[in-house]
Structure formats: C-alpha cells, structure tokens
C-alpha cells in the first residue's frame, strides 16, 4: 500500500453535507488492510443534525494531513459514536470507516466532492506478485583482464491487451538501490537494482475512475486465477491532467493520486506464498492477450463460474461441502455459457416428448407433463461433466502416465458418478457436515478434481490449447503437474452414458427421471 494510506495521519477534517462550520481535528489510521479509518470530535448538534441519519447517510470528508497530503474520503460510514456532556455544549467522538479514497500531494487541487467526478488517464497498479509472473532475465556479465562488468538488461512493456483507447501493458523498469549514507561529495552512492514491475493503464483522454477500476479488476482476477494466489499489497497510482503540480517556472506535471479502491482477486496483506504460475507472461504473451480479451468480453458472466478459482487460497486444509459444491455449481455455470444451444432441436425435442407421454392418463396429466419435460431441453449435471471431461481429455493422465480420460471412459464414468453422488448428498436445505473419515476423504479427492477440471474448462473457453500446455510446462512444470495429476487412477470396467444416469439415478433415490412420468 502507499504511503498515505498506511500509518497515522493527524490533519484537519471537513464532513461535507454539515451547515456548520467543522474544520475538525482527527486521526486518519489504517488498523485494517484495505481500509481507512478516521477519528474525530465534533459537537453533539453537529453530529445529530447531520450525520445521524437513519437512512444510512454515508459522507464525504475532505481533508489534510500534517505532511501537506490531501485527502477526498469516500462514503464513509460511522462505526462507533459516543456522546459526552460539555460546556457550552455537548461533545461527540466519531469513528468513520472507507474503502474508497484518493490522496495526493498539492495545493487544493486533488480533492473533490464526488466520486464521479473523477477522471484519469492513466493507472499503475504495483504489487510484489506481479514479479512472479514475469520472470526477468538474469544479468550479463563481461570479464576483462582485470574487471569484471555487469550488464543488467530492461526488457521492453509487454502489451497484454487494448479496449477502446485504453491499452494495457506490463511494464519492467530499473528501480536503483543506493547506500544509506552518503560517500562521496555528501551524494548517496548506487548500489544495485531491483526490478520494478507494474501494470499500466493508458489512455489518450481521462476516463471515470470506476471504469478504470472495474477494468483493473478484470485483470487482477485473470491474473489471480493465472498464478494460483491473490495479487497482494496493491498499490494503485493514478494520473490526469486535472491534477497537476508545477514546479519552478516548468509546465505543470501530472501529479501522482494514490488510490484506495477495493478489487476484487486483490488481497491487501503481504504474503509470502509459494506461486506456481499457469501462464507465463515471458514465453505466453500472444496466449495470454487472446484469453484476457475473451475474459473483457464474458466477464460479467464468467466471474461467478471462476469465483471458487478466486477464493482458493482462502479455504486451506480438508475442503468443505461448501467449496465442493461450489466447483460443481462453477461447472454447471460455465457449461451453459460454452454451450448455450440446448442438446436437441425443437423438432427433435417434441418427438421425444410424444414419445413418452401416456395418452391414455387424464388431460390434466398430460398437460402437466407437456409443461414439465417441454422447458426440460438442457443437459443433466452428468451431461455436462462428461462433455467438460471430453473436451479436457488431451490434458489429463494419471500418475502412470496414461490417458485419464481413456477410449474406454471408465475413469469418466468413475469421476462423474461419484461427482453426482456427493452432491446430491450435501446439496440439500439442511447443512450436512462431512464427519465421517470416509466422507472427507471423498470430499477432498473429488474437491481437488473438480477444481483442475474447471482451471482447464475455463482456460479452454478463453481460447488455451492443448499444445499449450507444454509452453506453460517448460518453465513451470510443478503447477500443471499439479493439474495434469489430479484424478486419482482406477481402473473399472467399460461404461457408457447410459450407466452413467442409471447409477445417478439409483443413488439419488429418486423415483422418477424426464422418461417416467407420474400416475
């Protein structure tokens, strides 16, 4: 996070909204990643007239903190009051929380009102995983006769996609350490460099911070899903002619407006986890520009389908009915959106509807049983796994090397019913928790299977390849090892679709299927 959201900023507050004069003393503190906090006192007329609104009335505050920082708070909602008598006139302390705000350092310029008033050209987003997806190449070095040099090269932006007039690019630039004390004329001395690596959003005209914000998103949880872990500690830059600072007798510059804005794929600790990537921004740039542009333009509906991708890191240990039920309901999901045409045509649909109803039952039957089975043409949980299972059966093999997914079908048909089995066990109004040792054991296997199948369903819809893969493989092959390994091996014998939905149907306990209709 930058600087001025981290720490305790002592400033002077205004509530906007408030007829009052409320130039106010108060604490800006960040005691929670990804939110700020601020404390003030104000008196109780004040605070009653204007902020205790049982709508709830959520403020903006402008304001500047004792190092010259501007701030513009964002809905801000009141956590905690409390009243004390005073002379004249009752006192009042507040505790306001945001999740939205800008800071910047100038003279009146960076604060406004309205969040929709604000406009940007161009947005960095830094955070230390970004360096796990863009590996750099190592230095040079040149030996001489007595000197050895070392030669550190930048690498050009990558260009990762272009919507509009705003292009994306992931961007490397040498970010020089230098000595803590100075050496020599009292300047401090370099002494090495880090690669700084961000994301950058730019436009030739400023564009609604909330559009910006929303497309940032979309990038974050395509890079998230890519590298298996939150992009973490974000720190959002924002720059636009609106906002400027000028120096000397120089044109004015765009002046640097950090952000605190909430995105989803984004956590705001620091972590140390280990990241195994899926898709390397080094050697799958071309890959990777085709998939996020497939991602922009299905995002509103392929969020929720990878939404269990998203919130992996967060469910650690043995899964829960809950997590496993959330990859089925993910598949199901992202099934409808890969085959949107129902399984049979309406021609071929109603003969197989007259086929099946029982002309000697009463009207009112039939009626029923026309209404019931003619909105029925869609694919069954089974049907939907086995067509996800066929279109991913290049990728998976078992630990023997084999063909998981075999001519045969067996391992299919294997996943499939114990897929169907489990949740039609835990998929019910009543919680039912997985105690036994049996249970949780099916849980986790299954769990582990569903969630490579959709990493591999979904990418395959985004426009990834079997070949790939073997790209992804050359430079990461622990994380698809992971992918590629996770069904277990068993053999079985041979099975059909068929045997399939007669076993779904046998252990669902369910007394009619669409061919067996009531009396």
Known sequence: MSEAFTGNHLGIWRILGSEESNELPGLLSSDEPGSITLELSLSYKQFSGTLLDPDGYRPTVLGTDDRGTEYSIFDCQ????????????????????????????????????????????????????????????????????????????????????????????????????????????????????????????????????????????????????????????????????????????????????????????CTMHATDDRVERLLSVEAQADLIIRMLGKWHDNYERLEPNAKPLLDSSQHLGVPQPERFLAYVSALEGLHRIAYPEPRWSAEEWKKKIDSVINTSASKKTQRWALGYLKNSNEPNLPMRLISLCDDSAALFVCHNSSAFFAPDKANRTDFVNETVYLRNKFAHSLPQPANLEEDVHRLDVNTRECEALLIVSLFKYLGWTDADVAVGEQSDASAWSFIRYAFKPVEHGDSDLAEIVRTTATRSAKGTTTETLPP
């Open 78 to 265: 009141i956590v905690f009051w409390s009243a004390a008598p005073g002379n004249p006139t009752p006192s009042c302390a507040i505790k306001l929380k945001s999740t939205r705000a800008i800071a910047g350092h100038t003279s009146g310029e960076c604060q406004t009102e309205s969040i929709d008033k604000l406009e940007f050209s161009t947005i960095l987003l830094r955070s230390p995983r970004l360096v796990d997806w863009w590996h750099m190449p190592g230095p040079d070095t040149q030996r001489a006769e007595d000197t050895i040099t070392e030669i550190r090269h930048t690498p050009a932006p990558v260009d990762l996609g272009l919507w509009g007039d705003i292009s994306l690019k992931l961007v490397c630039q040498p970010n020089v350490r230098h000595s803590p004390y100075p050496q020599s004329r009292g300047r401090p001395q370099p002494t090495g460099q880090d690669p700084d690596i961000y994301l950058s959003m730019t436009s030739a005209s400023d564009h609604p911070l909330q559009d910006c914000m929303r497309l940032l998103e979309m990038v974050c949880t395509f890079a998230s899903i890519a590298l298996q872990s939150s992009i973490d500690a974000p720190m959002i830059t924002a720059y636009s002619n609106s906002y400027t600072v000028k120096y000397g007798s120089s044109a004015p510059v765009p002046l640097a407006v950090e952000v605190l804005w909430p995105l989803r794929g």
